[in-house]
């Protein structure tokens, strides 16, 4: 009896964070584009929060993610980001794990090369089992360069989970921006990242996007994804506003005639 029982133990599916596709840490907007991070950062003393939703298609979920950052100091910020998942296999809700990160500007743009950042990462084991890799930590590098109306950035990231059984996440982000008025920008991003389970490609994602200033320090930024390699998810739709504050005070220069 007791060696059946067993076998039925060892024979049931377990559902785990190696089946979900973990968040991880975001760029707060605007210093970013959707999960690729810019080089520039908050300016000293600023603080900025985040409130975003996105709805997955197959697998079926909801996530919403709460995110605040804090400059220490116009090359140095503090970010935090925590996701919270909805209806994953129309079953399990609950937190992922806790995302903070500090980013920290080595070399500002000039004229023929890129502005270069690098970005260290830890995540607490806080996140319900469905949806947490027990903790992570990780590094990368940012690198951003202007070309008129133009912004790119590129991350190379890697993430140690805390799991044993689980492979190092490599990821390779891609991110533009068009100028297309002062106050609002064209977003495209190229996301690849492996498996933690499987250890090969398992996401390459395109996401197109806008966002707009609505206020001199508030960004709504909305957007649209879909998975080239695997069609998993079919597509996802995110939403998401952020605030800067203080507000920043634009100096008016007055003309005198002699």
Not at 62 to 91: C, K, S
Not at 137 to 149: D, E, I, R, S
Request: aromatic letters at 14%; a negative charge; hydrophobic letters at 40%.
């Amino acid at each position: 009896m007791r060696i059946w029982l067993a076998l039925i133990i060892l024979m049931t599916p377990v559902t785990s964070a190696f089946a979900f596709e973990v968040e991880g840490l975001r760029p707060l907007a605007p210093y970013g584009v959707f999960s690729t991070f810019s080089a520039e950062s908050l300016k000293q003393n600023h603080v900025g929060f985040s409130a975003g939703i996105e709805r997955v298609a197959k697998p079926d979920f909801y996530r919403t993610t709460m995110q605040v950052a804090y400059g220490l100091h116009d090359r140095f910020e503090i970010d935090m980001t925590l996701p919270y998942v909805f209806d994953w296999q129309n079953h399990y809700s609950g937190l992922e794990d806790a995302n903070f990160g500090i980013k920290h500007r080595v070399l500002d743009e000039g004229v023929y090369y890129p502005a270069v950042a690098y970005l260290l990462k830890v995540a607490l084991p806080s996140g319900n089992d469905e949806f947490s890799t027990r903790g992570e930590h990780g590094a990368g590098l940012v690198f951003t360069k202007k070309v008129g109306p133009f912004e790119g950035h590129f991350n190379l990231l890697y993430d140690k989970p805390g799991e044993s059984d689980l492979h190092g996440q490599y990821s390779f982000n891609l991110g533009t921006e068009l100028a297309v008025t002062r106050d609002s920008r064209l977003l495209g991003e190229l996301l690849c990242r492996n498996d933690y389970f499987k250890n090969k490609i398992s996401l390459v994602e395109w996401r197109l996007g806008y966002r707009i200033a609505t206020l001199e320090n508030l960004y709504t930024t909305i957007g649209a994804g879909f998975n080239l390699e695997t069609r998993s998810p079919d597509y996802r739709l995110l939403f998401s506003v952020s605030i800067i504050l203080p507000k920043e005070k634009r100096t008016l220069q007055k003309i005198r005639e002699e």
